[in-house]
């Protein structure tokens, strides 16, 4: 199948060639307040993982994407042997002053830099699978994992449904104000630019109001709908066992807004 049929337009390259590294993964101001603007449920989340995990059988563990260590350090607390992996140094700085830290192999890079630890579980989680824009990189990035799973090992990952549509939300009329105990009071709020061949480009704004501050964050996300995934996974030798809707299991269906997929390395 030939390959970004649909994505070869100048306005994808551009954004891949000069947003490679999203502000709000590089920008001190944004780093620092990272998990403040980007909570989620202590439970339903880390749940999923940590019992998909557990009933797995998993000792060692990828997490693509990792972020801040958030979810990486609560798995090591757990017990796994974790491998955290981000192309963001900034990012991977603050994972490193996590308490626990020093029990986790961290690795500065993409998906390529993952090696072959014959890991029983691979991980993306925060909708990393989505910035993922080209089938090129999607694919790469899937065969890179598959690689660093042992035989019948497995991948899990979380992606938004494109038939929510979910960007429809993403309007300046959105706003919500948080507080960092660092960084202060930020209000925060979206607007969308585009939405084609199922890719969504958006800007992210952050005031901070101790310093009056205005921070821009452009980026761009791929939405690929359920039977894209499938396909997607099966040419990098993965088979599809399980696609849910929500963190407590429930089908996938149009109305819900995740796809969360377990899929098991093919052999």
Same mark, same amino acid.
């Given at each position: 199948?030939?390959?970004?049929?649909?994505?070869?337009?100048?306005?994808?390259?551009?954004?891949?060639?000069?947003?490679?590294?999203?502000?709000?993964?590089?920008?001190?101001?944004?780093?620092?307040?990272?998990?403040?603007?980007?909570?989620?449920?202590?439970?339903?989340?880390?749940?999923?993982?940590?019992?998909?995990?557990?009933?797995?059988?998993?000792?060692?563990?990828?997490?693509?994407?990792?972020?801040?260590?958030?979810?990486?350090?609560?798995?090591?607390?757990?017990?796994?042997?974790?491998?955290?992996?981000?192309?963001?140094?900034?990012?991977?700085?603050?994972?490193?002053?996590?308490?626990?830290?020093?029990?986790?192999?961290?690795?500065?890079?993409?998906?390529?830099?993952?090696?072959?630890?014959?890991?029983?579980?691979?991980?993306?989680?925060?909708?990393?699978?989505?910035?993922?824009?080209?089938?090129?990189?999607?694919?790469?990035?899937?065969?890179?994992?598959?690689?660093?799973?042992?035989?019948?090992?497995?991948?899990?990952?979380?992606?938004?449904?494109?038939?929510?549509?979910?960007?429809?939300?993403?309007?300046?009329?959105?706003?919500?104000? /948080? +507080? $960092? !105990? &660092?960084? *202060?009071?930020? =209000?925060?709020?979206?607007? /969308? +630019? $585009? !939405? &084609?061949? *199922?890719?969504? =480009?958006?800007?992210?704004?952050?005031?901070?109001?101790?310093? *009056?501050?205005?921070?821009?964050?452009?980026?761009?996300?791929?939405?690929?709908?359920?039977?894209?995934?499938a396909r997607s996974l099966g040419e990098?030798?993965?088979?599809?066992?399980?696609?849910?809707?929500?963190?407590?299991?429930?089908?996938?269906?149009?109305?819900?807004?995740?796809?969360?997929?377990?899929?098991?390395?093919?052999?």
């Open positions: 199948m030939a390959r970004n049929a649909n994505l070869a337009s100048e306005r994808v390259r551009s954004f891949v060639r000069f947003h490679a590294v999203l502000v709000e993964f590089t920008d001190p101001r944004l780093v620092v307040a990272y998990d403040t603007l980007n909570p989620y449920d202590r439970d339903a989340q880390p749940g999923f993982y940590r019992a998909l995990a557990f009933e797995l059988g998993a000792t060692t563990i990828v997490d693509l994407g990792c972020g801040t260590g958030l979810l990486t350090g609560e798995l090591a607390a757990h017990g796994f042997r974790m491998i955290g992996v981000d192309p963001s140094p900034a990012m991977l700085a603050q994972a490193r002053q996590r308490p626990g830290s020093g029990d986790v192999t961290w690795i500065d890079g993409g998906a390529a830099a993952v090696g072959t630890p014959d890991a029983d579980l691979a991980i993306m989680t925060g909708h990393v699978a989505q910035f993922f824009l080209t089938d090129d990189d999607w694919h790469d990035a899937l065969v890179a994992l598959h690689a660093a799973l042992r035989p019948s090992g497995h991948l899990a990952f979380e992606t938004r449904n494109p038939d929510a549509r979910e960007w429809d939300q993403w309007t300046p009329d959105e706003r919500r104000t /948080v +507080h $960092d !105990a &660092r960084a *202060g009071s930020i =209000t925060t709020w979206s607007e /969308v +630019h $585009d !939405a &084609r061949d *199922g890719i969504v =480009t958006y800007a992210i704004h952050y005031e901070f109001d101790a310093t *009056g501050d205005h921070v821009v964050a452009p980026g761009a996300l791929r939405f690929r709908r359920q039977s894209d995934l990098a030798g993965f088979v599809v066992e399980r696609c849910y809707g929500d963190w407590d299991r429930r089908p996938a269906s149009p109305s819900t807004r995740e796809l969360i997929v377990v899929a098991r390395r093919g052999d």
